[in-house]
Structure formats: structure tokens, C-alpha cells
């Protein structure tokens, strides 16, 4: 089945560590994103990537780094400079379903810094 | 830009009763509407769209959207809820498919 998988699901780390968020896509869409989200905030754009080897900043950019090396895959990092990182992590693909967008949504991560 | 407006950010209702969920967006140009669910610790699961063409939109679990361009609007609706039906709702939209914008959420929480 074609879908969007985050790793893990629950992370939990440090303060002052970085960590990598996985995200891998099997829908062969060219477009990913990373959302935040909070608690009653909505989703809130980190990064997208509309092709590989290219990335744009979203709206609340800061303390995070991301990478587009291939198609599938859309790593996210969230450094140190994160001032607030405890959140839960969203990522999404773009892509065409009879011949319309639709935006797929992976299960989530977690990430609890303390 | 864009901005999406969730009036309530939550919503009691009893079972078999019927429920809206308000949204309302901010854009001066033409846009692409969706409706999201979230169930609690996963990812938002697509209820319907709107793109062109009929203003009503029907989406899964019952549920329905109209678009009222005039009003700038995008309000969802059940006619009757069930249990399973609780959770949070989320409207996004999106000028060119490039970045898309959300609201803030509506908890349902459905009584028996």
C-alpha cells in the first residue's frame, strides 16, 4: 500500500540535543512538507519541498534544517536552537489523484524534549 | 496570504443530533478548499474538497461542505453524528497547491 511513514512515533531527548525526524513517501509525489503541531494552533508549515535537492522555509522556519536528497524521503532536524521543540511533527506529501491535488498526511512523531 | 478562521474551537453535541463546523477564509483570489480529520496521535485524514463546480461537496462518513463565495465560507456538516464521529476537524486552504493553510481546529466531542 502506498502511504507516508514517520519514524518513530514517540521521541523523547535532551535539551540541547539535535534529532532527526524520518519521513519516507511511496506515492511518488514530488512535493513534501513538515508541520507543527500544538495544541489548539492548527498546523503550523516548518519546511516544504516542491523537488529534490530543493527546499523553501516556511512559516516558523527557526531551529529547524531539512534535506530533499531523494524523492522519497524528507528528513527533518531539529537543532538545539529550537527554543520550544516539544510538539507533535506532521509530515505530508502533494500529489495528483484523478487528475486532482490531494495532500496525504503521515501517522505523526511525537518528540518530547525535557 | 491566506488565513483560515475555525470560529469554535470546540463543539458538544449528542449522538443522531445533526452539527456544523464554521470556517471561514481570508483571500482575495480563487481557491482550492479541504476538509481534515484528526483523530487523537495521527495524522489528518482528508473528508472532502472543494475545487470547482457544485458548491455542495459530499465527502466520506456522511459528511458535507458547502462553499459560499460570497460569504468566503466553507462550513461542514452531518445531519446526524455518531460516537465514532469525535475528534478534532481541521479546514485548510490553498491558491496553487504549492503551500496550503489551516485553521486552528474544531473538537467534536459527541455525547451519547
Known amino acids: 500500500d502506498g502511504g507516508i511513514t514517520q519514524s518513530p512515533k514517540y521521541l523523547f531527548r535532551k535539551e540541547g540535543q539535535n534529532v532527526t525526524l524520518s519521513c519516507e513517501q511511496n506515492?511518488?509525489?514530488?512535493?513534501m512538507y513538515w508541520y507543527r503541531q500544538d495544541p489548539g494552533q492548527g498546523l503550523r508549515l516548518i519546511y516544504y519541498?516542491?523537488?529534490?535537492?530543493?527546499?523553501q522555509k516556511g512559516d516558523i522556519a527557526e531551529g529547524y534544517s531539512v534535506s530533499r536528497e531523494k524523492k522519497e524521503s524528507f528528513p527533518l532536524t531539529v537543532t538545539s536552537a529550537q527554543k520550544n521543540p516539544t510538539a507533535f511533527y506532521l509530515c505530508?506529501?502533494?500529489?495528483?489523484?484523478?487528475?486532482?491535488?490531494?495532500?496525504?498526511f503521515g501517522p505523526g512523531t511525537r518528540l518530547t524534549v525535557t | 496570504a491566506q488565513s483560515v478562521t475555525q470560529l469554535d474551537s470546540q463543539v458538544p453535541v449528542f449522538e443522531e443530533a445533526p452539527v456544523e463546523l464554521r470556517c471561514n477564509y481570508s483571500?482575495?483570489?480563487?481557491?482550492?478548499l479541504f476538509w481534515y480529520v484528526q483523530y487523537p496521535n495521527q495524522g489528518l485524514q482528508l473528508l472532502l474538497k472543494?475545487?470547482?463546480?457544485?458548491?455542495l461537496v459530499k465527502g466520506i462518513n456522511g459528511f458535507e461542505a458547502e462553499f459560499n463565495k460570497s460569504q468566503t465560507s466553507f462550513h461542514l456538516r452531518k445531519p446526524s453524528v455518531h460516537i465514532s464521529d469525535t475528534a478534532e476537524y481541521f479546514c485548510?486552504?490553498?491558491?496553487?497547491?504549492?503551500?496550503?493553510?489551516f485553521g486552528s481546529g474544531t473538537k467534536l466531542n459527541v455525547k451519547p
Open positions: 519541498s516542491q523537488i529534490v535537492n530543493d527546499f
Open positions: 485548510a486552504v490553498t491558491r496553487n497547491f504549492n503551500k496550503f493553510y
Open positions: 506515492l511518488n509525489h514530488d512535493a
Open positions: 483571500s482575495s483570489v480563487s481557491v482550492y
Open positions: 505530508a506529501s502533494t500529489g495528483t489523484v484523478e487528475n486532482t491535488y490531494e495532500q496525504y
Open positions: 472543494y475545487l470547482s463546480g457544485s458548491t
